[in-house]
Nanobody, 115 residues
Framework: QVQLVESGGGLVQPGESLRLSCAAS????????LYWYRQGPGKEREWVATITPGGFTNYADSVKGRFTISRDNAKNTVYLQMNNLKPEDTATYYC?????????WGQGTQVTVSS
């Protein structure tokens, strides 16, 4: 059974940090491209970051320099380190795994940035 389970969300103040985790099971994690997406209140879901099986990373301009995506294939886990958080980062964050036409999504974890 395929599962992607996000964790690590919460309520933080502007300027603080959070690390999200997404634990995977039920598929060959190391072969998949991994993504983080987010969906803010009243907004469309948007892409945040990507990491390939080889470790190549890419980021949306809005998070570049503040967020870092990483993966631990031994733990079947992808991470999103989020620093210097801003109120506009408030969203539900989702991880996705994709290989060719197959993709899996997690259920999301809420991040709220507010003073």
């Amino acid at each position: 059974q395929v599962q992607l389970v996000e964790s690590g969300g919460g309520l933080v103040q502007p300027g603080e940090s959070l690390r999200l985790s997404c634990a995977a099971s039920g598929f060959t994690f190391s072969s998949y491209i991994l993504y983080w997406y987010r969906q803010g209140p009243g907004k469309e879901r948007e892409w945040v970051a990507t990491i390939t099986p080889g470790g190549f990373t890419n980021y949306a301009d809005s998070v570049k320099g503040r967020f870092t995506i990483s993966r631990d294939n031994a733990k079947n886990t992808v991470y999103l380190q989020m620093n210097n958080l801003k109120p506009e980062d408030t969203a539900t964050y989702y991880c996705k795994a994709k290989l060719a036409r197959v993709e899996y999504w997690g259920q999301g974890t809420q991040v709220t940035v507010s003073s």
